[in-house]
């Protein structure tokens, strides 16, 4: 009963396997139920008929159990489980290895990236191009440098142009500039004797002055052909700049300090809230306009308006 009970619970296919693989060649083919060749081992056909009694189960198990009984079998089956988990345990711990392994190529190609990007940001942002002092250069200064200094002369700073009279329309036109024209009345297109005013202004729509023209021989000419006797400005600009510093919007302390230094001869007209400073002088050009009046027009102590104008002496 105990090797029948050892054949149902405790045979098992590796215990099977391993005893088979210890037998000799001859057995093995008998146990795995080959017929065995009958003139190659006659004595084995003749012992089976001999020993018919001898089943081949009860063989095998009293093999075994003398098999087991020697410790073979359960070696054997640690030694395979063991091995199973050794293999298992080694291929955890490749894996273990590789992730690892990757995981830190990942970090470390993270970390270059951050900073190769923050040395190039920082190398951007903390650059600063040399710097160069260069000679400032005023666009201005070779006409500011045309002037006389002299508030006797007919000449101004107009809106960055130098200006002297009288000058001819034509080029007293800078570029850019451009004839008012009124709703009412058409611009007149010729000029004779008698003064004709033009309404000056930029290329924006901005007023730079008011100017008197007339024909230089007293005969109708075209305007183009006409010159500027007189002009008069109201606006407050620092470009708009006469002889001494003085502009719209300068003090009368600033007029007089100026016409004293200069040591001509000027009058004035009326007090603080309304005064008229007037400079007269006589002038020479080829038109035969020789008579020169320069007005300082103040309100409240400051130059609202500046009025320059040229006449003939011989037709007065």
């Known amino acids: ?74 070696h054997t089956v640690r030694r395979s489980t063991s091995s199973h988990r050794r293999t298992s345990r080694k291929r955890n711990t490749a894996a273990a290895v590789l992730i690892g392994a990757a995981a830190g190529v990942i970090a470390i190609a993270s970390v270059t990236t951050i900073l190769i990007a923050r040395n190039t940001y920082s190398d951007a942002e903390y650059y600063t191009e040399p710097y160069i002092e260069e000679e400032y250069v005023d666009p201005y200064e070779e006409e500011m440098a045309k002037m006389s200094g002299s508030l006797s002369q007919p000449e101004i700073f107009l809106n960055g142009k130098y200006v002297a009279l009288p000058v001819s329309f034509k080029d007293f036109m800078q570029e850019g500039w451009k004839v008012r024209t009124s709703a009412f009345s058409d611009a007149a297109e010729t000029v004779g004797s008698e003064p004709v005013s033009f309404h000056i202004e930029t290329e924006w729509g901005e007023e730079i002055c008011e100017v008197s023209v007339v024909s230089p021989t007293g005969e109708p000419v075209p305007v183009s052909d006409a010159i500027v006797t007189g002009l008069y400005t109201d606006s407050q600009s620092y470009w708009y700049e006469l002889n001494g510093g003085i502009y719209v919007g300068s003090s009368s302390w600033t007029v007089e300090n100026a016409l004293n230094e200069q040591g001509i001869e000027w009058t004035k007209h009326g007090n603080d809230a309304g005064a008229r400073y007037i400079v007269e002088s006589a002038v020479e050009n080829e038109y035969g306009y020789d008579d020169y009046v320069l007005r300082l027009e103040l309100e409240d102590d400051y130059v609202e308006r500046i009025t320059m104008q040229l006449s003939q002496s011989a037709q007065e």
């Open 1 to 74: 009963m105990e090797e029948k009970k050892f054949e149902n619970q405790n045979l098992n296919s590796e215990l099977f396997q391993e005893y088979i693989d210890s037998l000799p060649e001859e057995k093995e083919t008998v146990i795995r139920g080959e017929v065995p060749d009958e003139e190659a081992n006659p004595s084995a056909s003749h012992q089976t008929e001999d020993n018919p009694s001898d089943g081949l189960s009860e063989q095998v198990e009293r093999d075994l159990l003398d098999y087991k009984r020697r410790g073979y079998g359960e």
